[in-house]
């Protein structure tokens, strides 16, 4: 199953708000954040992520709302599992 992966923004990794480097419950990814590039990103953002592209823009309690809702239906493992699998370089 794919599932949209709450992150936090760490580091803006270039000026061109292409790539940023997402934190997900202490995974480290680069995650291509350019179809949100005009929502004013900035460090601590939290962001959903499907298959490596933040999706949209959430508040810090959607994003642990949607940790809880993962963890409760049993999906955390094999999201987390997917976050580690993000490979831009």
Same mark, same amino acid.
Request: overall charge negative.
């Given at each position: 199953?794919? /599932?949209?992966i709450?992150?936090?923004?760490? @580091?803006? /990794?270039? $000026? $061109?708000?292409?790539?940023? *480097? !997402? $934190? #997900? %419950?202490?995974?480290?990814?680069?995650?291509? #954040? %350019?179809?949100? +590039? =005009?929502?004013?990103?900035? @460090? =601590?953002?939290w #962001? /959903? !992520?499907? #298959?490596? &592209?933040?999706? =949209?823009? !959430? %508040? @810090? +309690? @959607?994003?642990?709302?949607? /940790?809880?809702?993962?963890?409760? !239906?049993?999906?955390q493992?094999?999201? *987390?599992?997917?976050?580690?699998g993000?490979? &831009?370089?």
């Amino acid at each position: 199953m794919c /599932l949209a992966i709450p992150g936090k923004i760490v @580091e803006l /990794l270039d $000026d $061109d708000y292409q790539y940023a *480097m !997402i $934190d #997900v %419950s202490g995974v480290k990814r680069k995650v291509n #954040v %350019s179809l949100l +590039k =005009n929502e004013g990103l900035k @460090e =601590n953002d939290w #962001v /959903l !992520i499907h #298959v490596g &592209f933040a999706m =949209n823009k !959430i %508040s @810090e +309690k @959607e994003a642990t709302e949607q /940790l809880e809702l993962l963890k409760a !239906i049993g999906e955390q493992e094999e999201a *987390m599992e997917e976050v580690k699998g993000y490979q &831009f370089e």
